[in-house]
C-alpha cells in the first residue's frame, strides 16, 4: 500500500524533530562538561580543591545552575570564595551548595528561612531525635517525633531542607563527624520514607564542633538534629535547562 502523503510529512518531520532533540541534549552536554571542568578549577584556586559543581537538575537534564557538594570542614570564607569563583564563570546561573544556602552570580547569599521551621522548632523543644551511644539507629519516640516533624514540614514542600546532625565530643572528632552525617542521613531517609521528596533534602553532619550554647560539650544532649527550612526562588528556563528542539 502507498504512504499517504500527509503520512509521510508527518514521519519526515517527527524524524527531524528527534535528531534536533538529540543534537541540542549532545550539545548541552558538552557545554555542562566544559563547566565541569571550569568548576574544578575555580575551586581548587579558592583553596577548595574537594569542592565539586554538580551541574544536573531534579530532573535530570543538564543545568547551568549547579549544586556545590563537599567542602564540610572548610571555613565559611573559603567556601564563600569557592563560590563566588564558580559564580563567576561566565555560564554559570545561580548555584547553592547541598546544605542548603545559595550563591547568586554577585556572590553567597543565604536565603530566607521559612515559617515551617519555627514550627519544627516548636516540636523539638520539648522533645529530641534520640539516637543510641555510637549509632545512628533512632529509638520508638524519635520515630513518632519525625512522624510530627513530616507534618510539619509538608506545608513547606518545594523548599530545601537541611537537616544536621550533631554530636557530643566523646571520641575522636573524625568519627564524631562521620556519625553525625550517619544520624543526618538517617532522619533523611525516615522523612523519605515519610513521602518528603528526596531532592529538597540535604544531610550534614557537623560532630561536636556546634555544642548547645550553656552545655558542656561532652554533655549526651549534643547529641541531636536541627533543621533548616529555606525558601528558594524558581529559576529561569535556559537553553541548557530546558534542551529541545530549535
Same mark, same amino acid.
Given at each position: 500500500m502507498p504512504v499517504r502523503p500527509t503520512i509521510a510529512i508527518a514521519?519526515?518531520?517527527?524524524?527531524?524533530?528527534?535528531?534536533?532533540?538529540?543534537?541540542?541534549?549532545?550539545?548541552? %552536554? /558538552?557545554?555542562? *562538561?566544559? $563547566?565541569?571542568? @571550569?568548576?574544578?578549577?575555580?575551586?581548587?584556586?579558592?583553596? +577548595?580543591? !574537594?569542592?565539586?559543581?554538580?551541574f544536573t537538575a531534579i530532573n535530570g537534564w543538564p543545568s547551568r545552575h549547579p549544586l556545590l557538594v563537599g567542602g564540610e570542614d572548610l571555613g565559611e570564607q573559603t567556601r564563600a570564595d569557592a563560590a563566588q569563583a564558580i559564580a563567576a564563570i561566565p555560564g554559570v546561573g545561580g548555584i547553592r551548595w547541598s546544605d542548603g544556602t545559595m550563591a547568586a552570580e554577585s556572590g553567597a547569599v543565604p536565603?530566607?528561612?521559612?515559617?515551617?521551621? %519555627? /514550627?519544627?522548632? *516548636?516540636? $523539638?523543644?520539648? @522533645?529530641?531525635?534520640?539516637?543510641?551511644?555510637?549509632?545512628? +539507629?533512632? !529509638?520508638?519516640a524519635s520515630r513518632e517525633l519525625l512522624d510530627?516533624?513530616?507534618?510539619?514540614?509538608?506545608?513547606?514542600?518545594?523548599?530545601?531542607?537541611?537537616?544536621?546532625?550533631?554530636?557530643?565530643?566523646?571520641?575522636?572528632?573524625?568519627?564524631?563527624?562521620?556519625?553525625?552525617?550517619e544520624r543526618a542521613n538517617a532522619v533523611r531517609n525516615a522523612l523519605i520514607s515519610r513521602g518528603i521528596p528526596a531532592d529538597g533534602l540535604r544531610a550534614i553532619g557537623?560532630?561536636?564542633?556546634?555544642?548547645?550554647?550553656?552545655?558542656?560539650?561532652?554533655?549526651?544532649?549534643?547529641?541531636?538534629?536541627?533543621?533548616?527550612?529555606?525558601?528558594?526562588?524558581?529559576?529561569?528556563?535556559?537553553?541548557?535547562d530546558t534542551p529541545g528542539a530549535r
Open positions: 514521519a519526515g518531520a517527527l524524524g527531524s524533530i528527534a535528531l534536533a532533540f538529540a543534537g541540542s541534549v549532545w550539545t548541552a %552536554d /558538552d557545554i555542562v *562538561a566544559q $563547566l565541569s571542568q @571550569r568548576a574544578a578549577a575555580a575551586a581548587a584556586d579558592a583553596g +577548595a580543591p !574537594d569542592v565539586t559543581a554538580d536565603l530566607k528561612p521559612m515559617h515551617c521551621q %519555627d /514550627d519544627v522548632e *516548636a516540636l $523539638l523543644r520539648a @522533645r529530641t531525635v534520640r539516637f543510641e551511644e555510637s549509632s545512628s +539507629a533512632m !529509638d520508638t510530627e516533624v513530616e507534618a510539619a514540614l509538608r506545608p513547606c514542600l518545594g523548599s530545601i531542607i537541611a537537616i544536621t546532625g550533631h554530636t557530643d565530643n566523646s571520641g575522636p572528632e573524625p568519627g564524631n563527624l562521620a556519625l553525625s552525617r557537623r560532630g561536636s564542633s556546634n555544642p548547645v550554647d550553656g552545655l558542656d560539650p561532652a554533655d549526651p544532649a549534643n547529641r541531636r538534629i536541627e533543621f533548616s527550612v529555606i525558601a528558594t526562588e524558581p529559576l529561569a528556563p535556559t537553553p541548557v
